[in-house]
Nanobody
Framework: QVQLVESGGGLVQPGGSLRLSCAASGSIFSINAMGWYRQAPGKSRELVASISDSGSTNIADSVKGRFTISRDNAKNTVYLQMISLKPEDTAVYYC???????????????WGTGTLVTVSS
């Protein structure tokens, strides 16, 4: 069993900052990529940022320069630091991890249940 638990969402004013965390737990052998997606009301889920096991990052153009992704491999945790937040950043943010539960098992994608970020005055 694998669980991804997100935290850190909430209400913030435009221009404010938030830091999201996502911890993976359970029968984990190795973690490849970890990342964050978001889904705004009436829109499809989109990639925000991802980070590989070697630390290479991929950041969506819409948040580049404002959001930073990082990970702590010892804690199986990924972070999303968000600054200069805009109302259009309002969405449910989902944590995602591609991992293996055994050396002989293929990599599988797991998802968290999401944390709501609301940017409003």
């Amino acid at each position: 069993q694998v669980q991804l638990v997100e935290s850190g969402g909430g209400l913030v004013q435009p221009g404010g900052s938030l830091r999201l965390s996502c911890a993976a737990s359970g029968s984990i052998f190795s973690i490849n990529a970890m990342g964050w997606y978001r889904q705004a009301p009436g829109k499809s889920r989109e990639l925000v940022a991802s980070i590989s096991d070697s630390g290479s990052t991929n950041i969506a153009d819409s948040v580049k320069g404002r959001f930073t992704i990082s990970r702590d491999n010892a804690k199986n945790t990924v972070y999303l630091q968000m600054i200069s937040l805009k109302p259009e950043d309002t969405a449910v943010y989902y944590c995602n991890s591609v991992l293996r539960t055994g050396w002989y098992r293929p990599a599988v994608t797991y998802w968290g249940t999401g944390t709501l970020v609301t940017v409003s005055s």
